[in-house]
């Protein structure tokens, strides 16, 4: 059957692409090799009446432009924002609140430090300033590195012409952001142990490097970009869990003419005289397009699908050299009542509403990556835990909760031991922890679930288990990712592109790889 284009990965961004060439008028078919959607963010019943968000569990990334032109609340999207944002507990039975008003979150601020209280709004307002800057390349092809012909220097003029207003302090910020630790930039503004701890987590979530690895004070700007129900820096719950975030936008394709199958694994990338001319199904099936787009991360397309044979030599060593290997940890878990912290009793209360921090110093969290560095899964992890049903009881069965748990350290690759025997042993490690903190925590759970980076890799078919299809370090960004050269979606093979977040921006459910993308076929 023939076909303009054709999506590999059923992947939020190969649904935004998928949708985007519909609308243009393409005739598009997207093929996903499970028997549901959303890549690493879907919704499934893992249990009887629980509707569980398996991989990716919050929603603030996904860029407006995308949720208005595809119409994504008419195709059933729903977003509620957290409030509390944050819950934090520590070992002397303090706690600490972040909340969507700001003068309450002076006030919990306050108690660790009038400093860091007179501090926080000055923060924000700087990361925010600095998160607008870097938002507007989010959406904008990457110019050619080297420039080969004079149009590419057009678009270095371009890139030039968005800085334009930009002062000298903020291009020095952005310099230093995008090349300092977590750990250092909050030096530089807070003294409370307990506040830098809090804001450090979100540069070390999915990173492989503690809160003193250079790099990480991006990762921490990147969670902070984008937003919820139109209010800038807010992460929420979608009803209906994560998959209803691909599913919307599966119905907004599929109301353009776009055909969408499940159960449709692809073999193969069908090559040509050095052009991509359609796929190979596991069952022998062959559709053939002028278009292929790959969603999958750029070792499983370009190592699996398309082959070492159809590769330069050259550009096939760069991807073997693109790091993969992740670092994180997912539970799922069927919970009989809630956690009841000692550092604030009570349930439900307003922490179960919030992301729940485990992780009381940066030199707890320095220390869990020291283990991970010598491929041991962390003693003492930095853990996040979010309860979806707190917001949404629809998911769960009566009288059940749905918690998620996710964590920092576990390295994809184990000395002396394999995660096929470590997976539940770690498991009964981490509610140890929690249980620490919330002495009821082993006793409320029902069912759990317990993915490690390679059972990451085995059920969404991300290489390395990595949730951003590959390490967010400098030199795998922007112009640089996947590999220099080709970071404009095309691809060497003529006719292959790809729209997943191995290409530029990056990782997170934002959507912004597969927009970018169809933009760009749609000029080839």
Not at 317 to 323: A, C, G, N, P
Not at 339 to 355: E, I, L, R, S
Not at 360 to 380: M, Q
Request: charged share 25%; with cysteine; proline share 6%.
């Amino acid at each position: 059957m023939k076909y303009d284009a054709i999506i590999i990965g059923g992947g939020h961004n190969g649904l935004v692409t998928a949708a985007c060439l519909a609308r243009a008028g393409k005739k598009v078919v997207v093929l996903e090799r499970r028997e549901v959607l959303g890549g690493c963010a879907p919704t499934e019943e893992l249990w009887p009446g629980h509707r569980v968000s398996t991989g990716a569990y919050l929603v603030s990334l996904l860029q407006d432009r995308i949720v208005q032109e595809l119409e994504l609340e008419r195709f059933g999207y729903r977003a509620v924002p957290k409030d509390p944002s944050f819950f934090s507990v520590y070992p002397d039975g303090r706690h600490l609140f972040f909340w969507r008003d700001e003068k309450r979150t002076l006030e919990e601020v306050a108690k660790f430090s009038k400093r860091d209280a007179e501090s926080f709004p000055k923060y924000e307002a700087y990361i925010e300033r600095l998160a607008r800057i870097v938002e507007s390349l989010l959406l904008v092809t990457p110019p050619e590195l080297p420039p080969r012909k004079a149009s590419d220097m057009v678009d270095y003029l371009k890139l030039l012409a968005k800085f334009r207003g930009v002062d000298r302090r903020d291009i020095a910020g952005l310099v230093k952001i995008f090349t300092q630790s977590a750990a250092d930039l909050l030096d530089e503004w807070f003294e409370s142990p307990e506040i830098k701890v809090t804001l450090a987590t979100d540069g070390v979530i999915g990173a492989n490097g503690g809160p003193r690895s250079a790099g990480t004070a991006y990762i921490l700007m990147h969670h902070c970009m984008g937003g919820v129900g139109g209010q800038r820096g807010l992460w929420g719950f979608v009803r209906g869990g994560m998959g209803a975030v691909s599913e919307a936008i599966a119905n907004s394709a599929r109301s353009k003419g776009a055909e969408i199958r499940t159960n449709a694994p692809v073999a193969r990338v069908l090559v040509e005289a050095g052009r991509a001319v359609g796929v190979v199904l596991e069952n022998g099936t062959q559709l053939r397009a002028a278009v292929v787009a790959s969603n999958l991360d750029p070792k499983s397309t370009f190592l699996g699908l398309v082959g070492a044979s159809n590769l330069d030599p050259e550009f096939r060593s760069q991807i073997e050299r693109f790091r993969v290997e992740g670092t994180s940890l997912k539970m799922n878990l069927s919970l009989e009542g809630l956690p009841d912290f000692k550092a604030f009793p009570g349930t439900p209360g307003p922490q179960h509403g919030a992301t729940m921090h485990i992780c009381p110093s940066i030199e707890y969290v320095e220390r869990a990556w020291d283990d991970a560095k010598y491929g041991r899964p962390s003693r003492n992890p930095l853990i996040e835990m979010t309860c979806p049903t707190y917001y949404d009881p629809t998911l769960a069965p009566k009288g059940r909760h749905i918690m998620g748990i996710f964590l920092q350290y576990a390295p994809y690759t184990l000395q002396g031991a394999t995660w096929d025997e470590l997976r539940e042993p770690y498991g009964d490690r981490v509610l140890e922890v929690i249980s620490e903190y919330a002495p009821n925590m082993r006793e409320i759970v029902r069912e759990r679930q317990v993915l490690s980076p390679l059972d990451l890799e085995r059920r969404f078919g991300i290489a390395g288990g990595n949730i951003f299809h590959g390490e967010m370090s400098l030199d795998q960004m922007f112009f640089m990712r996947p590999v220099i050269g080709w970071a404009k979606y095309k691809t060497p093979v003529a006719g292959l592109w790809l729209c997943g977040s191995g290409a530029h921006p990056g990782g997170g459910v934002m959507g912004a790889p597969g927009y970018n993308a169809a933009r760009e076929i749609l000029k080839a």
